[in-house]
């Protein structure tokens, strides 16, 4: 079975400070995904990053990167420059490879103050 | 962009009612999912489709079920409705599967059961 722990119910982060929220997972799949997700108050689930088992490189996108390190399980999300609207829900999710079903954490909160 | 819809955002209903919650996506996704939303529970699986009239159950089917008779949309039927079924419920589609398969949500219904 799959489980995707966070241990950071919430945090606060500065504006414009970089801040990294924890994941770590377990499974016994050779190949697997990894997936954040933004929870805004409004409800609905923002897809911000994803990282690939087998990818060699850390995942980028824009403002968030994935420090990816296999050997310990871990997959934390990286947000450079928090601004006041990155105040969220983030949740940590993987798939399998029959990828039919994502496994979630169960987030950390966000607040970034001005 | 992925768009997914769901047909209401709060929802108020009796004990005993039953309920419809609609899902549509206009990106021609094989697959649909529902999931609840609990604090302190994160996401969980309701069902599934990965075709026309196909659905699997996920990890907390009981009491719910499903109907996907076109494509692009997948309904959630709460044949009695109870208190604890109280939730958020939030629908999502993917591609076709595959540990890499992004699932993109929609904004969520908030169900309240009286």
């Known amino acids: 079975a799959q489980k995707i722990t966070q241990t950071q119910p919430g945090m606060f982060v500065q504006e414009k400070e970089a801040v990294t929220l924890d994941c770590t997972y377990d499974?016994?799949?050779?190949?697997?995904?990894l997936f954040w997700y933004k929870q805004p108050s409004s409800g609905e689930m923002i897809f911000l990053i994803y990282?690939?088992?087998?990818?060699?490189q850390n995942a980028t996108e824009g403002r968030y990167s994935l420090n990816f390190q296999k050997a310990r399980k871990s997959a934390n999300l990286v947000i450079s420059a928090s601004q006041l609207g990155d105040s969220a829900m983030y949740f940590c999710?993987?798939?399998?490879?029959?990828?039919?079903?994502?496994?979630f954490g169960g987030g950390t909160r966000v607040l970034v103050k001005p | 962009d992925v768009k997914v819809t769901q047909s209401s955002r709060y929802l108020v209903k009796r004990t005993g009612e039953k309920v419809f919650l609609e899902c549509v996506q206009d990106?021609?996704?094989?697959?649909m999912f529902w999931y609840r939303q609990d604090p302190g529970l994160g996401l969980r699986l309701i069902y599934f489709s990965y075709d026309v009239k196909m659905k699997e159950k996920g990890d907390i089917p009981e009491g719910y079920s499903v109907s996907r008779e076109k494509k692009e949309r997948f309904s959630l039927i709460l044949e009695s409705a109870s208190t604890n079924q109280t939730s958020m419920y939030l629908c999502?589609?993917?591609?076709?599967?595959?540990?890499?398969?992004?699932?993109?949500f929609g904004p969520g219904t908030r169900l309240t059961v009286l």
């Open positions: 990106m021609d996704h094989e697959n």
């Open positions: 499974t016994s799949d050779p190949s697997y995904g």
């Open positions: 999710a993987m798939s399998s490879a029959a990828g039919n079903k994502l496994t």
């Open positions: 999502a589609s993917s591609f076709q599967g595959g540990a890499s398969d992004t699932q993109y």
């Open positions: 990282q690939g088992s087998y990818d060699q």
